[in-house]
């Protein structure tokens, strides 16, 4: 039997964990209750974790951005389909910090910032059922937020 839980609540998940570095930001699902809990290196929150927390046959760790591929990778697939005389340029941006600003500061030059957001968007949702699928999850509702 698949746990089942809403898209928003996957989507919230994936967010917060994705909403620092790596480990700094965890989310665990109960699989049993489809209930979230978070945690944070940096910031208190207002649940606990289980204390079983790291049993994997109870629980599973919400992947962070990097873990599905959807940080630098994307944001130079998206340069490579849409503005592929710029690539070079973009690769040369994420050897350096301060990469995504620069990133989106070509775009809104290039009038694509809103088409890199719907993108992302679209790369997010496809990812995250996808990975649902692989640890038997079953989504509710894909409107997000």
């Known amino acids: 039997m698949s746990t089942y839980i809403k898209f928003s609540d996957l989507l919230d998940a994936y967010d917060w964990v994705s909403a620092g570095a790596?480990?700094?930001?965890?989310?665990y699902l109960d699989k049993v209750t489809g209930t979230v809990y978070l945690s944070s290196e940096l910031v208190d929150v207002d649940?606990?974790?289980?204390?079983d927390y790291e049993d994997e046959s109870k629980y599973i760790a919400v992947p962070h951005k990097f873990d599905l591929d959807l940080g630098k990778s994307l944001a130079l697939q998206f340069i490579e389909e849409m503005l592929?005389?710029?690539s070079d340029?973009?690769?040369?941006?994420?050897?350096?910090r301060?990469?995504?600003s620069r990133?989106?500061?070509?775009?809104?030059?290039?009038?694509?910032?809103?088409?890199?957001?719907k993108y992302e968007e679209e790369a997010i949702k496809s990812?995250?059922?996808?990975?649902a699928e692989e640890n038997d999850l079953e989504v509710g509702s894909a409107k997000a937020g």
Do not use: I, S
């Not at 790596?22 to 989310?27: C, D, G, R, S, V």
């Not at 340029?89 to 350096?96: D, N």
């Not at 990812?127 to 990975?131: H, K, N, T, V």
């Open 22 to 27: 790596p480990f700094e930001n965890a989310a």
């Open 98 to 100: 301060g990469a995504y």
């Open 47 to 51: 649940t606990e974790l289980p204390e």
């Open 84 to 86: 592929p005389d710029k």
């Open 127 to 131: 990812a995250l059922y996808e990975w």
């Open 89 to 96: 340029q973009a690769h040369a941006f994420f050897r350096k």
């Open 103 to 117: 990133f989106k500061d070509l775009l809104e030059r290039e009038d694509l910032l809103d088409d890199w957001y």
